[in-house]
């Protein structure tokens, strides 16, 4: 069967010559159906451009990436954006919502585009803001909710939809604990209904709901364990400066 995601050999530079940062450094992940994949390390590791060049938001330097088998170095931009607005949900790091739309017009805006009428779509926009407890701000704009709620309408956004990949980048940053692990189990149900979940978090708890937790170090990702085995014992393993980023 193929994998939602899959990475090869995947490496990311920005910039060149002195000035080059070498944000991935030959990455390889592959995530099956239903699995959830939990992404931990330091900052400045590697874990957003991870998420940004799975989601085809950026591209790689070299190496490959295949949603379901399509690789996408073949697809046309065109190609591209449709495939990510219909099966790639994306929960950005500092959320991304648009300020001029309302909670429910950000997370209905993807089907939209993508055909869907406009009354089927806001039924299920509201749907899914009733699931993350966020029914009564579906007119509210973004500037008008906290920063937790924000973060739930764009997970909202990130789940509406037949969505075989979900890629959370801290979905649970601005959440307190118990409304970070109701995210967590958003997600999990997300993963039993068949797509693929990877999300970052600086959080071992959190991070013990995924089926695997991959370690990001100096774009490579070093190592992967069952939660089982405990994210706590990577950590604790030492990955100097890494204790101030705890969250
Ligand atoms: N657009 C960019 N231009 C230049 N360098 C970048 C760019 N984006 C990221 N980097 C660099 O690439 C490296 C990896 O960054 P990335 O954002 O992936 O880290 P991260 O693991 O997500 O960190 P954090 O936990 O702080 O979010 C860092 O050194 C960062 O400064
Ligand atoms: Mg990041």
Redesign the pocket.
């Known amino acids: 069967m193929t994998a939602p995601l899959e990475m090869r050999r995947v490496r990311?530079t920005?910039?060149e010559g002195p000035a080059a940062?070498h944000?991935?450094a030959g990455a390889d992940l592959t995530v099956a159906a239903g699995e959830m994949v939990a992404v931990m390390?330091?900052?400045?590791?590697?874990?957003?451009?991870?998420l940004?060049i799975a989601g085809s938001l950026e591209e790689p330097t070299e190496g490959e990436v295949l949603i379901e088998g399509t690789g996408l170095a073949g697809l046309s931009r065109d190609e591209r954006a449709r495939l990510r607005r219909r099966h790639i949900g994306y929960v950005f790091?500092d959320f991304n919502l648009l300020p001029g739309l309302t909670a429910v017009e950000n997370i209905t805006m993807p089907l939209e585009l993508d055909g869907m009428r406009h009354r089927r779509a806001r039924g299920a926009g509201l749907a899914a803001l009733e699931e993350l407890g966020l029914a009564d701000r579906a007119d509210s704009f973004p500037d008008e909710l906290s920063g937790g709620q924000r973060q739930r309408v764009a997970l909202a956004r990130a789940l509406v939809g037949d969505r075989r990949l979900l890629l959370a980048?801290?979905p649970t940053g601005a959440l307190d604990s118990r409304t970070g692990e109701d995210v967590m189990r958003l997600i999990r149900t997300a993963c039993h209904g068949g797509a693929a979940a990877v999300l970052?978090t600086?959080d071992a708890q959190l991070a013990s709901w995924a089926d695997r937790v991959v370690f990001?170090r100096d774009?490579e990702i070093v190592d992967a364990t069952s939660p089982l085995a405990g994210p706590e014992s990577l950590l604790a393993g030492g990955t100097p400066g890494d204790s101030g980023?705890a969250r």
């Open positions: 990311k920005y910039g940062v944000a991935l390390g330091p900052s400045g590791s590697g874990k957003s451009t991870l940004a790091q980048d801290e970052v600086h990001v774009g980023e």
